[in-house]
């Protein structure tokens, strides 16, 4: 090979890296000015006493340790006060495992039911869709009126009408129905995106495995439990794992239906309290590291211990 040659090959190679340079760098800036250094100055806000009488030099805030922390820990709406106050910390836990349950129980009903032939099956899919794709502002407007605690609102006007209840009931008001009310607005709202990756996954198993479970005699229960289920646990246990992720840092849905209040509070609803009505962002910071921890425990507990009996079986 000629020098020639070999000049033209590493120019060549330089020019391409130049390239792939290029077309990351716009998508790395972007990445980590909008998610990396924002983690990076959480975590550093969260050991500093941040407020607003420093908010414009915050580089140079006092380094107070983990004193951040000590107060979310000490704040009796982070810990667990009784049975009737769960905390923040245990109500999120409680929300995120509950919700998400019952939105992979919901969405894999309706995908059960979806993928079987009917006429009008592509419009039923469609409506199961709105829920999803629905604006969280509208949607979580609609609950509230229809849950309205005046007699004017939709659910107790029903009731009333049906003899039911005498006296207009303060649904998202009561310590204990307001959080399974918002766990089923939860499971509503998002059991379409458990739907469409059940119903995927559905499509795609192997007809002939149930004809030949029709041929031996199995019930519909028996091939649902030893066909379709071992079939889609790997969809189910990534499913589990994203919306547990995604309920575990809801913030909009629990805020617009009730503030937080009566029972509902969770953990970024604490931090949205700590760091935009108190203005303490040192101690806003330090509960969502919390939340961060937590979340990162179940998920190498998921990966190591659940993922791996699911792959041995």
């Known amino acids: 090979m000629s020098l020639a040659t070999k000049y033209k090959e590493v120019s060549l190679q330089a020019r391409e890296t130049r390239l792939a340079w290029s077309l990351i760098l716009p998508t790395a800036l972007i990445v980590f000015g909008l998610v990396i250094f924002p983690a990076i100055l959480s975590v550093w806000v969260s050991f500093h006493n941040v407020g607003l009488h420093n908010l414009n030099d915050v580089f140079n805030a006092p380094f107070v340790g983990f004193e951040n922390y000590r107060k979310v820990f000490d704040d009796f709406a982070f810990k667990f006060q009784g049975w009737n106050n769960w905390g923040a910390a ?27 032939p009917f006429r009008g099956r592509g419009l039923a899919r469609a409506m199961f869709l709105f ?44 310590r204990g129905l307001a959080l399974l009310l918002v766990i089923i607005f939860e499971a509503w709202r998002y059991f379409p995106f458990a739907m469409l990756m059940i119903l995927a996954r559905l499509q795609a198993i192997d007809k002939t495995m149930y004809e030949a479970a029709e041929v031996d005699g199995a019930s519909t229960w028996q091939k649902f439990l030893n066909i379709t289920l071992p079939e889609l646990r790997y969809v189910l246990g990534a499913i589990f794992l994203l919306r547990l992720m995604w309920t575990f840092n809801k913030f909009d849905d629990i805020f617009l239906l009730t503030g937080g209040g009566f029972g509902t509070k969770v953990l970024p609803v604490l931090t949205y309290e700590f760091s935009f009505r108190l203005f303490d962002f040192g101690r806003g910071a330090a509960t969502a590291m919390i939340l961060l921890l937590i979340l990162v425990v179940f998920m190498v507990f998921y990966v190591r211990v659940v993922m791996r009996n699911v792959e041995e079986t």
């Open 90 to 116: 245990v109500t999120s836990i409680i929300y995120s495992f509950t919700a998400t349950t019952l939105t992979i129980i919901v969405g894999l009903i309706a995908a059960l039911l979806l993928n079987r």
């Open 131 to 174: 829920p999803y794709v629905a604006p969280i502002v509208s949607v979580a407007f609609v609950w509230r009126w229809i849950l309205d605690p005046r007699p004017s609102g939709v659910l107790n006007d029903v009731l009333m009408r049906l003899g039911f209840i005498e006296l207009p009931k303060a649904y998202l008001s009561t």
